[in-house]
């Protein structure tokens, strides 16, 4: 299995609502990414966590809250979001820290209305 | 300010042409680049990588070129196809000290096969 897998793959929600964007990988990877992409923009890194713990937090907004249950899952929880938080929010892994090949989902597109 | 960025937004290539797209880059430190290409409404895929120590790397119909001294990358497409077409990022590794690291991302450069 090489696959990232993100649910759900659409997502609209109202900026009081309360939602989760899941990912999963079993490829054994150790570490995981939550990037966001904007529409004709390039991918921008949120969260790296490494070994299930969260080792980066790129200023982030506290409305995103990550999470890592286990080594093969990780969840980005969202509360009271802004329209100007929709975008294409793209999950990857890889093999651990130090390790720079990624491989990434195909991202979960929310919208905020 | 991002560090890896490309020269072109958008490249138009004849379908059976090669393809040529570029990357420049600021920080001098840098020792590992990543291209990756994202078709529409897809997650990125991984095509190719190259470390500091080279200056050419090779592929199935892409090579990879990396001129240190003018920090510049390249990536050649041979005999260019209708599944080419996709917007093609160059990336590099994120030093975050003793952490775990990630990619940063160039602007992009979308790719258009013309028939």
């Known amino acids: 299995d090489t696959e990232v897998t993100q649910t759900p793959k659409h997502l609209v929600m109202g900026m009081t609502n309360k939602k989760s964007l899941k990912c999963e990988q079993h490829?054994?990877?150790?570490?995981m990414y939550w990037y966001k992409q904007k529409a004709k923009k390039p991918p921008e890194l949120m969260f790296v966590?490494?070994?299930?713990?969260?080792?980066i937090n790129e200023s982030v907004p506290s409305r995103f809250s990550p999470e890592c249950p286990n080594s093969s899952l990780l969840n980005l929880h969202l509360h009271a979001l802004q329209p100007e938080d929709s975008a294409l929010y793209l999950c990857?892994?890889?093999?651990?820290?130090?390790?720079?090949?990624?491989?990434f989902g195909e991202g979960s597109r929310l919208t905020v209305l | 300010g991002e560090s890896v960025g490309l020269h072109l937004p958008t490249l138009s290539v004849q379908e059976g042409d090669n393809s040529i797209i570029n990357c420049a880059y600021s920080?001098?430190?840098?020792?590992?680049f990543i291209w990756y290409k994202q078709e529409s409404g897809k997650g990125p895929q991984f095509i190719i990588d190259?470390?500091?120590?080279?200056d050419k790397r090779q592929g199935q119909r892409v090579t990879v070129l990396l001129n240190k001294t003018v920090k510049h990358l390249s990536l050649q497409i041979a005999a260019t196809q209708p599944g080419d077409s996709a917007v093609y990022f160059c990336?590099?590794?994120?030093?975050?000290?003793?952490?775990?690291?990630?990619?940063?991302f160039g602007k992009g450069t979308h790719l258009i096969i013309q028939p």
């Open positions: 990857a892994s890889s093999q651990g820290p130090g390790i720079w090949e990624l491989f």
């Open positions: 490829m054994g990877h150790r570490a």
């Open positions: 966590y490494s070994y299930e713990k969260l080792s």
């Open positions: 920080n001098s430190a840098s020792d590992y």
């Open positions: 190259i470390r500091s120590n080279m």
């Open positions: 990336a590099e590794k994120r030093w975050a000290g003793g952490g775990a690291d990630g990619l940063t």
